[in-house]
């Protein structure tokens, strides 16, 4: 009976502290057609620099989970259009950070987790729709550059090195919650901006 309890003890021990393992969709192909993500088959694994190709528009679902190897980037060269609402954010975060989409590494729990490049919005990027996004562990956060007239709302930025880079686009952007980052809210090189509720903390770079 003893050793019974020990077994039992020890199985039960086993199941509190392995992390959840969830199922997956591992991406390595640039998007070359028009594609969706959804819940199903979240969270999406990227594994390498891919680009959303200009003649694709990407469609991510809400409560859908991307989660990105060191260093990669995720470039829009097309069409990207990610809508969550509040009670389904879509997540951009590290392949690391279990606290988004289970454990999608080696079965190992992070205390340092290592950042993701960024979302890149390029000159031949068509407009589209950021809402309810949260961007966590990236090193560079959210880049428009020469991409204007995206509708960007609802976004909140966390334990990243960069918010977000504006350079040569007209766009407005509402609802903006950046913390914890390196550099929160970059506008540069005639960028005229239209910003509302914008809120910005504990940044610890040049840039507010």
């Known amino acids: 009976m003893h050793k019974k309890l020990i077994f039992l003890f020890s199985f039960f021990a086993f199941l509190s502290f392995t992390p959840n393992v969830f199922a997956s969709t591992i991406v390595t192909d640039d998007i070359i057609v028009d594609t969706t993500w959804d819940l199903a088959g979240s969270p999406y694994i990227i594994q390498n620099d891919i680009h959303v190709v200009p003649t694709a528009t990407l469609t991510i679902g809400p409560g859908v989970v991307v989660k990105l190897s060191q260093d990669d980037l995720f470039w829009i060269d097309g069409k990207l259009s990610a809508e969550g609402n509040a009670d389904n954010k879509i997540v951009f975060t590290s392949i690391d950070d279990d ?10 729990l992070y205390t340092t987790i290592r950042g993701w490049g960024a979302l890149v919005f390029t000159q031949t990027a068509v407009p589209g729709t950021l809402k309810y996004i949260v961007i966590r562990y990236s090193s560079q956060g959210i880049d428009f550059n020469h991409s204007s007239n995206s509708l960007v709302e609802n976004i909140e930025v966390n334990n990243s090195s960069r918010g977000i880079l504006i350079a040569n686009s007209d766009m407005t952007i509402k609802n903006i919650d950046i913390k914890n980052a390196g550099t929160g809210l970059v506008i540069v090189e005639n960028s005229h901006i239209y910003g509302s509720n914008i809120n910005i903390e504990n940044v610890t770079g040049e840039w507010g």
């Open 99 to 108: 606290s988004y989409g289970g454990d999608t590494g080696d079965g190992n």
